[in-house]
């Protein structure tokens, strides 16, 4: 199947910086990704959509100031959480489609992010 | 809006049948799939159904009914490195097909 991976895997970080993550389409090219967050025993959840070329789409209660996304070519998907705090420690995974109407989403690894 | 219900857990032994039921309420359903996730791992996609009916993947079936909102996973010849939770997913069309998941269902498999 397809492939998509994420840089950095593990991050650990200070209160207060920035933390850039990186979501690539190794094998396809992604004209949609997704981004989810996860807190410990609970279920994925939506943060938003990335279309190339346009501005992401944000679920409600995700602050998009907060939360920057670019996805600017058709293999590289980025989420900046910018003056991270302890409670954005969580693991952040995307996924990518090939199309808007793919059947299938590919996820990446994930990346653990503590903010101490 | 969408929402998702399926069992919080289930306690199988090795070589059962289980079966994960999920029910759903969306108003631009394109597909329901189901993925499996380990401890400290990411999502890997079981099945999709996109029309009604069962599909079948080795040890792995998925059933869906679009009438009922309705569709589940079935997991045969249970065994121990089954156990994991396993999360039935919406394909909305609203919004760009995003992929709406429901709470997780933990399954354990016991010898």
């Known amino acids: 199947g397809a492939v998509v991976s994420q840089h950095p895997s593990r991050v650990i970080c200070k209160s207060g910086t920035s933390v850039k993550i990186e979501c690539r389409s190794l094998d396809f090219q992604a004209t949609t990704m997704f981004w989810y967050r996860q807190f410990p025993k609970q279920s994925l959840m939506l943060m938003a959509t990335?279309?190339?070329?346009?501005?992401?789409?944000?679920e409600q209660g995700v602050e998009k100031d907060k939360f920057l996304i670019n996805h600017a070519s058709l293999t590289l998907s980025t989420l900046t959480v910018t003056s991270a705090h302890p409670e954005d420690s969580s693991f952040y995974i995307c996924s990518a489609a090939a199309g808007t109407s793919a059947d299938t989403q590919y996820f990446g690894p994930g990346t653990r992010l503590t903010v101490l | 809006g969408q929402s998702l219900e399926q069992p919080s857990e289930v306690t199988a032994v090795e070589g059962a049948i289980v079966q994960i039921n999920c029910t759903y309420q969306t108003s631009g359903f394109y597909g329901l799939s189901w993925y499996q996730q380990h401890d400290g791992g990411a999502p890997t996609f079981l099945s999709y159904n996109g029309l009604d009916g069962l599909e079948e993947t080795g040890r792995f079936s998925s059933f869906l009914s679009r009438s009922d909102s309705y569709g589940y996973l079935l997991l045969q010849e249970l065994q121990m490195k089954d156990s994991a939770s396993y999360f039935c997913a919406v394909r909305d069309r609203t919004g760009g097909f995003k992929t709406i998941f429901g709470a997780g269902t933990r399954l354990f498999v016991k010898a």
């Open positions: 990335s279309n190339e070329g346009s501005k992401a789409t944000y």
